[in-house]
């Protein structure tokens, strides 16, 4: 039975070769200070290209759990929950959740650490037009910019934008966010 689409099993063997990488990898870095970071945020999100005939604004939430290898590079797995206004008076609602594993380089700044990443993962979709239900999922590309605000030794304020890429429709994601250094 195929849950979430016929690439379902190839996207779990790409993550577990990922799972390992990153278990392989922490043990070569160990000579740098290793640090946990969650955070959470709000999002909005805003089509690129011709999805934007269709589609407004979205709004979101969602979490990022990441690995600090060393003090410039770490590893994040970022998902996000965005529902989209839609202007297509056939299309009742649009829903995306993007499941993504990030690259993410880290510049230190005193209180402030700019960030930049990229990243690729899987999209679950649901479109819910007039009469049926859609969902599908497909494989997705990322790259993403921002900063860090240390507000103490242990807790961080985060603004980040995101580009999205899938074959269904790109989009950028605006987040405003908090997190801790575990």
């Known amino acids: 039975m195929r849950i979430f689409g016929q690439n379902y099993s190839r996207f779990m063997n ?31 999100a805003f089509p690129v290209s011709n999805w934007r005939n269709n589609y ?48 993410e380089f880290n510049f230190k700044l005193g209180k402030f650490t700019p960030f930049v990443g990229i990243g690729a993962g899987i999209v679950f979709q649901r479109d819910v037009p007039i009469g049926f239900r859609r969902k599908f999922t497909t494989f997705g590309a990322s790259a993403t910019g921002g900063l860090n605000f240390d507000v103490s030794e242990r807790t961080f304020l985060q603004i980040q934008t995101r580009f999205l890429w899938d074959n269904d429709s790109p989009m950028q994601t605006i987040s405003l966010g908090f997190g801790a250094k575990l």
């Open 56 to 103: 407004g604004a979205g709004f979101g939430a969602g979490a990022k759990f990441g690995y600090h290898f060393t003090d410039i590079f770490a590893l994040k797995i970022a998902g996000d929950y965005i529902q989209f206004g839609h202007q297509d008076t056939r299309l009742i609602q649009k829903s995306k959740l993007p499941l993504h594993v990030t690259g």
């Open 14 to 44: 790409f993550y577990k070769k990922l799972l390992v990488f990153v278990w392989l990898f922490g043990g070569f870095a160990s000579q740098a200070q290793a640090q946990i970071t969650f955070s959470g945020h709000l999002n909005t």
